[in-house]
Structures are given as C-alpha cells and as structure tokens.
C-alpha cells in the first residue's frame, strides 16, 4: 500500500505540475515561442564558436544583482523578455539550450545573434542558427512535446493557443546585402529584388510555422539600423544623421513584410497574424527628446564596431542611452520598442493590431 500510495503522489504530482504549466493561469497565452536574432537572443549563442556572443562581462550588468551575463546583447532584459512581462509570465522563457522536460510547454526561446531568413546571413560572425534552424528545434521541441502530452492532437491544441514572435532580417542587411566582400548577394539583387527575395523566403518560413501550430503570429520589422552607432561610423551617410541607403533598403522589406502579413491573413483564416513595425516606432520615439543619447554607443566598442569590449568601460546613465554597443539597443531602447509593440501608441506601431489584443483572441 506504501508503494501504490507514492506512485500515486507521483503521479498526482505530475499531473498538477502539467495543468500549472498548460494552463497558464497568470498569463494571458499559455505559452510562447520566441524565434530571431540578437534582439531577441537570451543566451542560444553562449559558448559559440564565433564572436556573435554575450555571454561577457559587461552585457547584463543590469539583468541581475549579480551581475552575471547571461548571453543577452544589451545591459539587462531584450524586447522578448519585456513581452513575457507584459504577458504575465512569472518567468522569462528560456533558451533552446537550456530547456528540457515539462518547461517546453511554456514555450521556448530559439533566437540566435547574427541569424538572418537567408541560411549564410551572419557566417562572419562565426557560429549561430538561421531562422530555418531555428524552425528545426522547434520540430524537435514538437516531437518532445507529442511524447509529454501523449499524442500529437493534444499537442497542436496546445500550440494553437500559444503566442509566436519572430524578430529577424536587420541581419539580412547589416551582415549580408551591405557587406559586399563577404558576400555576394548585393551583386545579385537591387534593394527591391532583395526585398522581395527575403519576404519570399519569410513567407515559406512562416506558412512552415502555421503548418506545425502556430496560430498568433508577431511578426517585427527591422528598425533604424542605418542610424545604429555601427552604421554610421562604417558608411558615408553624406552629412544625413543615419544612412539613408541602408534605412530605404530596409522599408522595402518592411513594406513587402506589412503586405506579406496581409496575405496570410487573407489565405490564413485560422491564423492570426500581425506586423510590428519596429521602424515606425523608432520614427516616432518623442520621450525624452533632447535628454536622450541616440548617437553614442553606452559601452566602450570592440575593434569591429558592432559589440562590447571584453570587460570595456561602460557609461554611468544607462537610462539616457539609445544604444548599448554599435549595433544592440539598450534595455531603455528595448523597453520602448516592446511596450508600444505591446500596447499600440501611433496608428502605424502595428497591423492589424498589436500584441495585447492578438495574445486575447
């Protein structure tokens, strides 16, 4: 009787701690996947091979009292992290290396730092996982989840109910189009042929996502990243503040990106699917003008210009800086960007709406 008794604690237990983790009384989704780059990233790259990393002192110092890094390019919580807040999850979903078990249920972070739509975005940075990487782990994350729900109906019923993010394509650009000796693609493309390949290429991506589940879909456009620190020390912008020919390039994939999402909502009837346009709100940021750095990187810059010295200098008013390191915003720059993505300010911030109300249907 002792022994019957413990294996139906166990199982009690079990199945408790299943219920905790599927319903997700707190939250407003029961769970969250999280697919993209650095923006994004909350320590899939830590121990690459390559210098996409932030698993160093100084990213993170202001995550956690200790101090410790924790693989996020910024000094303390990316836009992914603000989003689980303002869902109400107790607790940051983590990255793909590092969940295991009945975790997964409550979603995953796949977000890789120098992750492009195309699969050779991003190779000079060394080690990291293309979005069509990223779509593998979350089949095998799917596979695992059929095994712990006992069969793949309960799973996809699961899925269905759980937001997806997608944060990417800033690379495409920033380690791929605009960096001509290491790649040839702007040989091979004008900006709008490029455009139009990557929302081609996007667009298979996310119709592979509605196929295994998804049904909320947030779909981030690429910001400012020809006014990035990076940008403008690398490229003539011909007296302009940001350069312009990398910011035109970018909206015609945002563009394409607004009417992909038009599309799928249109062939998708099931499936919810919105644009944030992360450009916009970069366009229309008013808080704070003229107290605010938006020029000079926080942090003292490594050799590249893109990403924090090892153990460098870092400025002392973290909160009236854009910009953590050449290219990363900082935890203030990615606070703004989630909370409008979150609750809609402007009219352009989100199409056709933004994540509260996707995350409540």
């Known amino acids: 009787m002792e022994l019957h008794g413990k294996v139906m604690l166990m199982f009690l237990t079990i199945l408790s701690f299943e219920s905790h983790w599927v319903d997700g009384e707190s939250s407003k989704v029961p769970c969250y996947f999280i697919f993209g780059d650095s923006l994004v990233d909350n320590g899939n790259n830590n121990n690459n091979k390559g210098v996409a990393r932030a698993d160093y002192k100084p990213y993170g ?3 956690s009292k200790d101090m410790i890094p924790t693989g996020r390019f910024t000094n303390g919580r990316n836009i992914a992290d603000f989003i689980a807040e303002f869902l109400g999850f107790d607790n940051y979903i983590p990255p793909f290396k590092n969940t295991t078990g009945w975790n997964i249920l409550k979603g995953v972070n796949y977000a890789s730092g120098a992750a492009g739509i195309r699969e050779e975005t991003g190779m000079t940075q060394g080690e990291r996982s293309s979005l069509n990487q990223q779509l593998e782990h979350h089949n095998y994350i799917i596979s695992k989840m059929n095994e712990l729900l006992g069969n793949k109906s309960s799973a ?14 800033g690379n495409d650009y920033l380690n791929n189009y605009f960096m001509p000796l290491s790649y040839k693609t702007s040989a091979q493309f004008t900006p709008k042929q490029y455009a139009m390949s990557l929302n081609k290429q996007f667009s298979y991506q996310l119709k592979g996502l509605y196929e295994k589940g998804a049904r909320k879909l947030a779909i981030f456009g690429s910001g400012f990243v020809g006014c990035t620190p990076y940008a403008r020390a690398h490229f003539d912008h011909k007296g302009s503040q940001c350069v312009d020919k990398i910011n035109n390039a970018i909206q015609l994939f ?19 699917f919105i644009f944030i346009d992360a450009f916009n709100i970069a366009l229309h940021d008013t808080s704070n003008q003229g107290q605010i750095n938006k020029d000079s990187p926080c942090c003292e810059i490594r050799h590249d210009g893109l990403q924090c010295a090892l153990l460098g200098k870092v400025c002392g008013n973290r909160s009236e800086y854009v910009f953590w390191d050449g290219v990363h915003p900082t935890e203030i720059g990615m606070k703004r960007l989630a909370s409008r993505a979150f609750n809609a300010q402007h009219p352009n911030d989100t199409y056709p709406f933004d994540i509260n109300h996707l995350a409540q249907l």
């Open 61 to 63: 110092i202001d995550f």
């Open 156 to 169: 996809e019923t699961h899925l269905n109910s759980c937001l997806y993010m997608i944060n990417i394509g």
């Open 254 to 272: 945002n563009i394409g990106l607004k009417l992909l999402v038009n599309h799928l909502n249109t062939n998708f009837t099931t499936a919810n």
